[in-house]
Antibody, heavy 121, light 107 residues
Framework: QVQLQQWGAGLLKPSETLSLTCAVYGGSFSDFYWSWIRQPPGKGLEWIGEITHSGSTNYNPSLKSRVTISEDTSKNQFSLKLNSVTAADTALYYC???????????????WGQGTQVTVSS | FVLTQPPSVSVAPGKTARITCGGNNIGTKSVHWYQQKPGQAPVLVLYYDSDRPSGIPERFSGSNSGNTATLTISRVEAGDEADYYCQVWDSSSDHRVFGGGTKLTVL
């Protein structure tokens, strides 16, 4: 059974760096895209960025200057760092792994449980 | 790339709900749709415009042409009440974009 377990600091002060990690259990996902998505309280989804198994990254242009997504394939983990946070970065952060070219309509999209991050002085 | 969804759609049980996602020439892109219920992570309900992941009822279907993609839910049930989001890949800047979301209310 595939599980994504995510963790990281939930309370930050302005200007600090947000750091979250997502561990993937239950299989090998070398063909998957590993991504981070966030959702501010009461608002919609915002795509942050993604990384492939080869290490190639894509980022939301509005966050690109502050975001780094990295992976540790040996541990089946990937991480998000967002620096210089402000109150506007307060959100529920999800990790996700997706095979965007699935051979079958099964078992190709998995989400973490979400981590609430609050930025407050 | 901006995706525009109506903030809300209301439908009676057993009727058909249509949720639109507007974007410039969105018909040339592949659209993915998500359902999110309160307190839960989103669930992919359609991918590549109209394909359904395993476990998604056939009542969920999709189309995409011109400047509008549409998620259609037939024979709506109370359990379909949720927020729905569309998403595309913006090749001009290599990133994925979500629409603002539509709250589906089952009357």
């Amino acid at each position: 059974q595939v599980q994504l377990q995510q963790w990281g600091a939930g309370l930050l002060k302005p200007s600090e760096t947000l750091s979250l990690t997502c561990a993937v259990y239950g299989g090998s996902f070398s063909d998957f895209y590993w991504s981070w998505i966030r959702q501010p309280p009461g608002k919609g989804l915002e795509w942050i960025g993604e990384i492939t198994h080869s290490g190639s990254t894509n980022y939301n242009p509005s966050l690109k200057s502050r975001v780094t997504i990295s992976e540790d394939t040996s541990k089946n983990q990937f991480s998000l760092k967002l620096n210089s946070v402000t109150a506007a970065d307060t959100a529920l952060y999800y990790c996700r792994i997706t095979d965007w070219y699935p051979a079958t309509p099964e078992n190709f999209d998995y989400w973490g449980q979400g981590t609430q991050v609050t930025v407050s002085s | 790339f901006v995706l525009t969804q109506p903030p809300s759609v209301s439908v009676a049980p057993g009727k058909t709900a249509r949720i639109t996602c507007g974007g410039n020439n969105i018909g040339t892109k592949s659209v993915h749709w998500y359902q999110q219920k309160p307190g839960q992570a989103p669930v992919l309900v359609l991918y590549y415009d109209s394909d359904r992941p395993s476990g998604i009822p056939e009542r969920f279907s999709g189309s995409n042409s011109g400047n509008t993609a549409t998620l259609t839910i037939s024979r709506v049930e109370a359990g379909d009440e949720a927020d729905y989001y569309c998403q595309v890949w913006d090749s001009s800047s290599d990133h994925r974009v979500f629409g603002g979301g539509t709250k589906l209310t089952v009357l």
